[in-house]
């Protein structure tokens, strides 16, 4: 090889790179892993993202949809109740002569407790950064134990599903109590064959004796239960109403649906609902025993549904 030619193969072998192992081969393939493991948790967080929302979607829904039950039941209830807030007599056969036939809707209602799986004994959302915080240091750093409610408490609180669950139980046992009324109501005005308000003309005496001691007896059981019930569940209801929304926004992150809004607040201060709202007078529980054959006390327990609350 010439002078020459060696030179210009020198010049040539020195223009060629060397090899950068770490730049041409280690370092886009760490890009690249990187980059698919940043996709992947990416996905994976929106993924989750999505899911805590459509959880709190859900669980607003089925919260509102209970909400809005339990008002539909209580509306349903007081224009019932209107057919009959004039009540002022305890004497048992006067006041179911008061009490109308209710041709209304009396049709049982269903609730599905499971739908409020959400709510928990204490409150776990939308909770405030000074709360957050202490609770991580209590619950967390020093592992102390979660306070709950005392088996009172919680049996007393909206929390407790299976009391909401016996709300709208009792409620369906209104209805059936009024429609167990409506067929008897009909039997006694057939049998007294003068019209709706006989009773309140007639000498006392005369319309039982005319109905006769077995189905004036449980004319009156039947209107008394429906009565004490009726008012019950009024204010098992007004309670609920009152006191659920704060429950329900207490167990459902809001601020992955800021788009929805606080939850429903349920507020009546009408003249008319304020009224109706107030339990009807008392029976004469003497003439009621008269009536029925039973033990004034058995009866007074028997019509005091407070006692359930």
């Known amino acids: 090889m010439s002078h020459n030619a060696e ?15 770490l730049k041409d081969y280690i370092f886009p393939f760490v890009i690249a892993f990187f980059s698919a493991l940043l996709g992947g948790i990416s996905a ?17 829904i089925s919260a509102n949809q209970v909400f809005l039950l339990a008002q539909e039941c209580l ?33 049982d209602i269903t609730f ?7 709510i928990r004994t204490i409150p776990t959302a939308n909770k405030k950064a000074k709360q957050k915080l202490i609770g991580f240091i209590k619950y967390r750093i020093l592992r102390k134990k979660i306070e709950q409610p005392s088996a009172e408490e919680l049996r007393k609180s909206w ?36 019209g709706d308000n006989i009773m309140l003309h007639a000498p006392i005496e005369e319309v039982r004796k005319r109905i006769g001691d077995k189905l004036c007896g449980g004319f009156v059981d039947v209107t008394e239960s429906a009565i004490s019930l009726t008012d019950y569940v009024m204010q098992e209801l007004h309670n609920f109403l009152l006191e659920f929304s704060e429950i329900a926004e207490s167990n459902i992150e809001l601020k992955r649906i800021k788009e929805w809004g606080r939850f429903p607040i349920y507020k009546n201060t009408q003249e008319a609902f304020l009224e109706c709202m107030k339990p009807i007078t008392k029976p004469n529980y003497k003439i009621l025993s008269e009536y029925t054959g039973a033990p004034e006390e058995k009866l007074r327990n028997k019509y005091n549904f407070n006692q359930l609350a």
């Open 159 to 194: 929390r407790n599903i299976v009391k909401i669950s016996s709300m709208f139980g009792n409620y369906n046992q209104v209805m059936g109590l009024l429609r167990m009324r409506n067929t008897m109501n009909e039997e006694v005005k057939q049998l007294l064959s003068e």
């Open 44 to 60: 994976i967080y929106i993924n989750r993202h999505q899911e805590l929302k459509n959880i709190a979607k859900e669980n607003y």
């Open 112 to 118: 599905n407790a499971h739908s409020l799986y959400f």
């Open 75 to 107: 509306s349903n209830l007081v224009a019932i109740k209107y057919n009959y807030e004039d009540i002022k007599s305890d004497h048992p056969l006067v006041r179911a002569g008061q009490f109308p036939t209710i041709i209304t809707n009396l049709d």
């Open 7 to 21: 030179i210009i193969a020198q010049a040539i072998t020195a223009i060629k790179p060397t090899p950068d192992y």
